[in-house]
């Protein structure tokens, strides 16, 4: 007698659903057990506004935890970026597996790097689509460090959509996630890899959360067995860093922890941070280095530093609205 398939709530979206069904297929084999996608509509998703007018923390989830909760299905796949940094008692975050690229990536006309679309502007700042306060910051800081300027364009759509407006020439590039290009097959459309020394990543970009109801100890575990330790620890520094800031997703705030090796032996773990104003006037960038975290309380502890320092550099006026 084949087992009652899994119920697996995912986004609509062409992403969204690659990326479930990625995770789909991993616990089939685990399990053993079938997985049907249960295709639920978010408020982020039906919404025309941009996502710092909508407040941007949870828009894109809470749909989905509801359906968790009133047991309309039995876990559910997110962008961790997406995820507000204050975890529901009912539901648990079962597995973080391993990390794709966190990186941003530009795709522009021509085939020009970011470097070049900021030097080759005879008609003026190069137009560059992004809905995302914090790459406007990091995008126009590095445009004013050369001497030059770009014209941060406010924008929404899927990843077809927004590569459309440079096809178009509606805009001369746009930057999405790396991650997001290489779960739906577009990576050859990426003009340029954005260095994190030029743009610092959303905290928890290019990982994904596995949620399920924390009543559910024995599925719980099965999904444990996707989760990446080192992963975690990461986006755990991240997403601390975050909370402490008292800033959401919309905030323009990057932040990248990444794993310092001597040889084959990981020695430390870096968290990298910065804050800035949208116009690129002032960044607030900062990192800390300490012992790779052996506990949650660890990974935190290391955001919640590199955030005490942060804000008694500024950070908090460069904000702008608090998270909700």
Avoid at 41 to 47: A, I, K, M, R, V
Avoid at 228 to 246: F, G, H, N, Q
Avoid at 274 to 289: E, I, K, M, R
Wanted: proline letters at 4%; charged letters at 25%; glycine letters at 10%.
């Amino acid at each position: 007698m084949t087992e009652k398939a899994l119920r697996l709530g995912t986004r609509r979206s062409k992403l969204a659903m690659a990326q479930s069904g990625q995770v789909a297929r991993k616990v089939t084999e685990l399990t053993g057990r079938p997985v049907e996608l249960v295709e639920i509509t978010t408020f982020g998703d039906t919404s025309r506004e941009h996502l710092a007018q909508i407040g941007g923390t949870g828009v894109f989830v809470t749909a989905l935890r509801d359906a968790l909760l009133a047991g309309e299905v039995d876990f559910a796949v997110h962008s961790l970026k997406d995820l507000p940094t204050a975890q529901p008692a009912e539901l648990t975050l079962a597995a973080v597996p391993e990390r794709e690229d966190p990186r941003d990536v530009l795709i522009a006309r021509d085939g020009l790097t970011f470097a070049e679309l900021v030097a080759d502007a005879p008609q003026g700042p190069a137009r560059i689509g992004t809905g995302s306060p914090r790459r406007m910051a990091q995008l126009n800081a590095y445009a004013r460090n050369h001497g030059s300027s770009i014209e941060a364009v406010a924008i929404r759509g899927n990843i077809d959509t927004r590569i459309g407006y440079v096809r178009d020439g509606k805009l001369d590039a746009v930057v999405l996630a790396a991650a997001g290009l290489n779960r739906v097959g577009l990576t050859d459309e990426v003009t340029d890899f954005l260095s994190v020394d030029t743009v610092l990543p959303a905290p928890g970009q290019g990982a994904l959360a596995i949620e399920c109801a924390a009543s559910n100890a024995s599925l719980a575990a099965a999904l444990a067995e996707l989760d990446d330790p080192y992963t975690r620890a990461a986006v755990t520094a991240e997403r601390s860093l975050l909370a402490a800031l008292e800033a959401g997703c919309s905030a323009p705030v990057g932040a990248l922890a990444d794993l310092l090796a001597d040889g084959q032996i990981v020695k430390e773990m870096r968290l990298r941070g910065v804050v800035g104003a949208t116009d690129g006037s002032t960044l607030v960038q900062l990192s800390t280095t300490g012992p790779v975290p052996e506990s949650e309380d660890q990974a935190m502890a290391l955001g919640r530093e590199l955030a005490a320092e942060m804000l008694a550099k500024g950070a908090a006026g460069l904000m702008g609205e608090r998270a909700l």
